[in-house]
């Protein structure tokens, strides 16, 4: 009674924050880990020295925006791979309890250092946030931690199994212990959740008759992905009274693995947003043909900035709020494309579009992710792997006989697109005109398409999902 009652007040009062005062108070922070890094790590003392950057000067919000340098993964972990400790505070690796890498996807590799204070504090947000969307604390739950890289989710309110990306495994689990819980969570990349859906139809399990919940990292989650998840698990996500979740969530090694998220409230935006192209550009207003992720962040945790490109979008640039912290690192820029959206704005765009139900409860800013990996063609035409998961899930025919891989690259023909077909899937004459009639519609530039049987795809046969697939 008392964890429920804490539960509804904390809702109500992450309702009544005014986004103003969050962000103010996000700001105020910004300037104070500024501080604290300028003062205490050595690497950072000495690179803002080389800058002519006299700590002292950084007394405001605006000081902080005009003058502080925005760093990024070369100028600190890669510079400083073997020295990391002048990238912690007082030059000392301290109390660290755990060390989280990222994927080397960009081929360097930074880290995530945590303290105790820090795995205790992690946890309670992901408790919250567990017993929040999911109502863990009232439903008996199991989660099914299939992330690679033996990466931890640190919940005290649900079992919790690692099974890492072994389909048999995940399966496993579920044939001999979904029966004793109320309800399953399953975390992992998106392509390797649906392989774990799609073997699981074909070892007999019937997914309509499990309570299970889908939370998807690694990459943005196409729509058409979604709904062809949602498909197998016999569930509507535009349906508001919906109880079962399909939900992605967006890490970022060095802050943390749950930096921007979705609620319900956001997943039905993002679909709305998908079929109300109007409403989309009013929102969002730049690269129309792509179709960013809309997620929440807390702006006490991490503070949120937009670096400008030249193509019109910018990247991400973030702040590490929390305190204890041992690699504080300010105005980081971690490389992904996107824009902040303020509640406000949401709020407005909704309401002149005649969406006033939609509007979320809580009151927390957003931002629109496209993620880092594009390819320009010859023609000017800038495209994303996510614009052609978008147009092959669309088809649930085409989804259901391919791993999810593809490889693109610019040829002599145009834009060459290369599919990977699953195991056991026959690649027809029907089977490859459909894939050519749904890409060739869509894809404004000249295309060369090579569709392959799994084991002769040249980019990787075996595929184990340990690494982020290269798409491009």
Known sequence: MFRRAKKHLTIQMMAALEPAMLNSLSEKKAVKAFQAAATKVPAYRQFLKGKSISPSAIKTIYDFKKNVPVIDKESTFKLYSLEIKKLCLSGEIKDTRTIISSSGHSGCF????????????????IDFM????????????????????????????????????RSDIVLGIIKTFAHCYDQVILVGENSFVKKVLEDGVEDGIDWKRIKLHL???????????????????????????????????????????????????????????ARDRALKETLIGRDPDNFPAILHY???????????????????????LEPDTNIPLVR????????????????????????????????????????????????????????????????????CNITGNFKLSNSKAGLRIEIQMKLNSERSP??????????????????????????????????NYEKKFQYI
């Open 298 to 320: 807390n702006p006490l945790r991490v503070f949120v900035e937009e670096q400008p490109k030249d193509n019109g979008l910018n990247d991400l640039v973030l702040t590490n």
């Open 215 to 273: 939370v998807l990292g690694e990459e943005i989650l196409p729509e058409n992905l979604r709904s062809y998840l949602a498909n197998i698990l016999g569930i509507n996500p535009d349906d508001a009274q919906c109880q079962a979740l399909i939900g992605s969530s967006f890490g970022v090694a060095e802050f943390g693995l749950n930096v921007f998220y979705e609620t319900k409230e956001l997943i039905r935006i993002r679909r709305l947003l």
């Open 130 to 165: 567990l017993d929040y969307i999911f109502n863990t604390r009232e439903k008996k739950t199991i989660l099914v931690n299939c992330l690679p890289m033996g990466v931890k989710i640190q919940a005290s309110c649900v079992t919790v199994v690692d099974t890492s990306v």
């Open 332 to 399: 980081y820029n971690i490389k992904d494309e996107g824009i902040k959206i303020s509640f406000e704005d949401l709020k407005t765009a909704l309401k002149n579009s005649g969406y006033d139900d939609y509007v979320p409860r809580i009151r927390m800013p957003l931002v629109a992710v496209w993620g880092r990996d594009k390819i320009t063609t010859e023609d000017g035409f800038t495209f994303r792997p996510e614009f052609l998961k978008e147009l092959l899930y669309s088809d649930r025919a085409v989804a």
């Open 430 to 463: 029907d089977f490859e005109n459909r894939v050519r009639e749904i890409l060739l519609s869509k894809v404004p530039a000249k295309t060369e398409i090579i569709i392959y049987p799994y084991r002769d795809f040249p980019y990787g046969v075996e595929l």
């Open 110 to 125: 930074s880290y995530g250092l945590n303290t105790q204070k820090e795995i205790e504090k992690s946890q309670d947000t």
